[in-house]
């Protein structure tokens, strides 16, 4: 025997058996639809350069991420002497920055004496 609850919902849904197979044109099926409307993005983003290549002015291309090389080398250079641990963390990240605006030699040399500056502050220089 059937409830009134379920022969109420019943009433609701269509019948496999009806011929009603159209949902536009039942005012029973009140659902609600939606679909993207973003943009697909990008799998790949430019890189600095290929930016820098299309906008022109001051600040863009290799002269962008020199200043910030100059800077990661010289903290990394500095760790050496004073505090290894923080300037040399300092200088790694400075000099993937650097790499990233298009220094890529300063930031490679500021990266890899940070790195050294780094072993040599925890490993050497406490027997000291």
């Known amino acids: 025997m ?3 609850k379920d ?3 019943a009433g609701y849904l269509p019948s496999p058996k009806s011929n009603q197979n159209n949902p536009n044109n039942s005012s ?3 659902e609600e639809t939606a679909a993207e409307i973003a943009a697909p993005v990008a799998i790949t ?3 600095f350069q290929e930016k820098s290549k299309d906008s022109s002015g ?7 991420g020199t200043g910030m090389g100059w800077a990661a080398l010289a903290l990394s250079i500095l760790s050496l002497f004073v505090m290894p641990i923080l300037f040399g963390a300092v200088g790694i ?3 993937f ?4 605006r298009g220094a890529e030699g300063l930031g490679a040399w500021a990266i890899g004496i940070g790195a ?12 000291f």
Not at 97 to 100: I, K, M, N, P
Not at 116 to 127: A, K, Q, R, W, Y
């Open 45 to 47: 983003r430019p890189t």
């Open 2 to 4: 059937e409830d009134k």
């Open 58 to 64: 001051a600040g863009t291309g290799t002269k962008a």
């Open 97 to 100: 920055v650097a790499r990233r």
């Open 28 to 30: 029973e099926y009140r």
């Open 93 to 95: 990240v400075l000099g």
């Open 7 to 9: 022969t109420k919902v």
């Open 116 to 127: 050294i500056s780094i072993i040599v502050g925890i490993f050497i220089l406490p027997f």
